[in-house]
């Protein structure tokens, strides 16, 4: 593509995976903008006549059926390794080099092979033998669609993409929530858990509404008891936000630092939520959780399960029911908008003060 240096109009493109980089004499303006443009073209097409492009692929090769499944795999084990940096930068050299070869075998198969039929096929099988979500299957897609410009571009190649005009069309947010008597039955099996930490867990995301990912980050510098409140650092939309904590919150997380403490071995983690190891924190309670929600007796699998991104929105659903204006259940989600959290538009403005008074009351 054209590219301004200085005052002056550059063209770069790809062949075989070398850039390419040439002058044009040309001075940037829109007019020039556009001669350069026809120059890159020409240029790519005389770079390719003398460095002619990877052959189309052979007969075994074609036996050996290309699937998107196998594209999706290599591709997204390939760009695993691109992005491991510091001390495991020297282990994963070797490995590194061997997959990008690899991977970069598959290139004139993928741009000659790859047909919207294979496209059409993987997504059947995901829908109807993997019943998968519309919106797992466009990710899928958006995976497939950045592996295709990267083996056109490296080799200086501009075709159409196969992926053009099949994403499906985004699923309606899920909307289960746990009704009062799941709840109760829910906490009493977390009770009884081998996991001591469970039932503080779950308390906590009911009586917060936070994230999982948010919960199991938060260190105990960003918990503050007194004030009642927790900040949020590592939240989804990178912005920090505030948590207030009712009585039910506080004293599970007064739990949760006394369990800690007593399994600390004399090992510091600044997590409220450490891991075994040294560094880090817990990243999931999916086990314990999920054997929890089977002894409670609710349903534990299949689309009607009770997850624990769940218990987020039950936060939110009895919030709302129990009066608590819905900016105020915005703020404590963290969402950017109203609309996210209901589809409801009117909403009452109160103070802050009023809004934590209200905040602390409310508990399942």
């Not at 002056?8 to 980089?21: C, D, L, P, S, T």
């Not at 936060?315 to 409801?344: C, D, F, I």
């Amino acid at each position: 593509m054209p590219k301004k240096i200085g005052e002056m109009i550059h063209i770069v493109f790809y062949v075989n995976g070398k850039r390419m980089q040439r002058t044009t004499g040309l001075k940037f303006n829109s007019r020039n903008w556009r001669k350069a443009a026809k120059m890159e073209t020409e240029e790519r097409s005389k770079a390719l006549k003398d460095k002619p492009f990877l052959s189309i692929p052979s007969e075994k090769e074609r036996a050996n059926r290309l699937t998107v499944e196998r594209v999706l795999s290599e591709y997204l084990e390939y760009l695993e390794l691109r992005v491991r940096s510091g001390d495991e930068k020297k282990r994963v050299f070797d490995e590194k080099k061997r997959n990008s070869l690899k991977f970069e075998a598959l290139f004139p198969v993928i741009i000659f092979e790859l047909t919207k039929k294979n496209v059409l096929e993987h997504i059947n099988t995901r829908q109807l033998e993997f019943n998968e979500t519309n919106d797992n299957v466009n990710r899928q897609l958006s995976v497939l669609s950045l592996a295709i410009q990267h083996a056109q571009k490296w080799h200086g190649v501009i075709i159409s993409n196969v992926t053009t005009g099949l994403r499906l069309k985004r699923n309606s947010p899920r909307t289960r929530h746990a009704s009062i008597e799941e709840i109760e039955l829910l906490l009493s099996a977390a009770k009884k858990s081998e996991n001591v930490k469970l039932y503080d867990y779950v308390v906590i995301l009911l009586n917060t509404g936070m994230r999982v990912t948010e919960l199991l980050s938060l260190k105990e510098s960003e918990l503050c008891i007194e004030d009642r409140t927790a900040t949020l650092k590592d939240t989804k939309n990178g912005s920090t936000r505030v948590v207030i904590l009712n009585n039910k919150a506080v004293k599970s997380f007064k739990s949760l630092l006394a369990i800690k403490k007593a399994q600390s071995k004399g090992i510091y983690s600044p997590y409220i939520f450490p891991s075994d190891s040294e560094k880090g924190h817990v990243l999931c309670f999916k086990k314990s959780y999920n054997s929890a929600l089977k002894t409670s007796g609710i349903i534990w699998k299949g689309e009607d399960k009770l997850t624990m991104r769940d218990l987020r929105t039950t936060y939110a659903t009895h919030a709302l029911n129990s009066g608590v204006p819905l900016n105020v259940v915005q703020g404590m989600l963290g969402h950017s908008s109203p609309e996210l959290t209901a589809r409801v538009y009117a909403f009452t403005k109160l103070s802050e003060d009023k809004n934590k008074n209200i905040l602390l009351r409310f508990k399942i």
